[in-house]
């Protein structure tokens, strides 16, 4: 069974830094897309950014120059972090892990359970 566990998140104050972390198990194959996304209260979810198995990168424009984007591909696990540079109240979500095994753009395959990030004022 394919899990994809996040770590990381917390409180931190407007224009601090924070680092999540997503660590997959079960799987047997290498995912083609992993990325973040994020969901604030009232809020639908949104893609924050992606990283392809290749490197290849996307950033919302919202958090484009301020987050940072990477993937680790070890066998049988991998691993996508998110560093936070220079966060904003706006930033304040609950961000999901989620991976692709096939097919980029699209809805992902598999989800994180989530981690609370906090920026006050």
């Known amino acids: 069974q394919v899990r994809l566990v996040e770590s990381g998140g917390g409180l931190v104050q407007a224009g601090g830094s924070l680092r999540l972390s997503c660590a997959s198990s079960?799987?047997?194959?290498?995912?083609?897309?992993m990325g973040w996304y994020r969901q604030s209260s009232g809020k639908t979810r949104e893609l924050v950014a992606t990283?392809?198995?290749?490197?290849?990168?996307?950033?919302s424009p919202s958090v484009k120059g301020r987050f940072t984007i990477s993937r680790d591909n070890a066998k049988n696990t991998e691993t996508v972090n998110l560093r936070m540079d220079r966060l904003k109240p706006e930033d304040t979500a609950v961000y999901y892990c989620?991976?692709?095994?096939?097919?980029?753009?699209?809805?992902?395959?598999?989800w994180g359970q989530g981690t609370q990030v906090a920026v006050s004022s």
């Open positions: 079960g799987n047997i194959f290498s995912f083609l897309v």
């Open positions: 989620g991976a692709n095994v096939r097919f980029a753009g699209v809805t992902p395959d598999y």
């Open positions: 990283i392809t198995r290749d490197g290849m990168t996307y950033y």
